[in-house]
């Protein structure tokens, strides 16, 4: 008998863990074919059928990206994989795994995979779901956001964010809101009206003081540094401090920390601390059978502190995942971690860093990249092109 794999999502981690899971023949024609004629499982993705290529977002920004351009219809790459794909919310988790409820069904599996992605702590300062945006929102609140900016003749405009640190590790997005400031700055140069605006970066998750690659290239753009600080409310037209202090700000830009959603923390799984799914090194789920988790919506077995939440670890993870639930499914224990890496491109569009650290020291990509230089704005697009083109046609 076939066995009955659930995988709930179809964001990145969902999407890289059917990569790893399935082995991946060469000519997808060929492929198409051979899945239907034979096949061990029987594998089903509940989802949106949406994917949104969430890297791209800051790029709305100067105009290079829209929501057309990052969001696609994945029911296709799933077709041609010979997966079922239901159209619907997962709302519950039951009988230790084996039983997912959806908003119109009731489904059971042999194996389950979680890649629900990122909640966020809307709740941690007051006014964050009110008056602020977020490019983590999606396509649409960051075209609300543009909207509004191009609204605005002069202003302030705060970004800034939070990180969830409970697990030991960055639940948040710190990067993203570098880049957005640097291409806020880079979109008002381009219109002659940089000199209207403000710029602030804020977080209280920065030493006030702290120096190094990213502040110097803030400091360049003329951003105004608020490093340590942390409203106590959002409010409109600013944000208020904890002693009743009232900030001016015309947009506020800013992203809360990232735990599992709701209905994930109210189901039967394992919640960390932090909030998130409690995984072991294997990207199983804790104290359950045949139940695996990967990206934002999990935590990590003693992780290195300096680990974000990234699409990079999604794939690491995922990949871990896959190789481990084939592996039990076959009656043998895991055996596949993961290494941990921070690897992402910082778009300044007139510049570029490479930020990066892994836990093995293994550099990116062998090194044959520079560091720091503004031809990694074109090996960001080529990344985001590539997979894109994979998603579209193979
Ligand atoms: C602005 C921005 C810039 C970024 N830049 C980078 C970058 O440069 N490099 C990098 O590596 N990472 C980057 N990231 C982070 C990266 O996008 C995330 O880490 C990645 O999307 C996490 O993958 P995921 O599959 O866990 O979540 P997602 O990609 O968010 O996917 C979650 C999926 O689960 C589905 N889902 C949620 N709830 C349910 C439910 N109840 N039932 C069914 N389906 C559900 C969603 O519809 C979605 O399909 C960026 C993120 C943002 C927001």
Known sequence: ???????????FASLFFVGYFLSLPILPVFAFFLRRIYSRYDITVIGNGRFVYFPAIPEFIIGKKNKDSITLDIRPWLWRRNIRFINDRVVDIQDGGRTVLTTQGRYTNDALFIGTGPAFRLEDIPGTGTHTFSPCGGPDEMNAFMQKLENLREGIIYVGFKLNKRDGFVAGRGGQMYECACLLDYALKEKNRR?????????????????GAITDRLLERGIILDYGYEPAEFVEGGLRDADGTFRKADLVLFTPGIMASEWLRQ??????????IDIDKFGRVKGLENVFAAGDCSNHENPPPWVPHQAHMAQLRSQAA???MRATLNGQE????YRFELSCILNMENDAMWLHAASDDKPPFWNIFPRHSRKLVTVKDMFERLYLFYL???
């Open 195 to 211: 000199d209207k605006f403000e710029i602030h970066l804020f977080s209280p998750d920065i030493e006030p003081g702290e120096t």
């Open 322 to 324: 896959a190789k481990n």
């Open 1 to 11: 008998m076939k066995k009955k794999i659930i995988i709930i999502g179809n964001g």
């Open 334 to 337: 895991p055996s596949h971690t």
């Open 392 to 394: 579209r046609h193979l």
């Open 267 to 276: 189901s039967c799984l394992p919640i960390s601390v932090g909030g998130h």
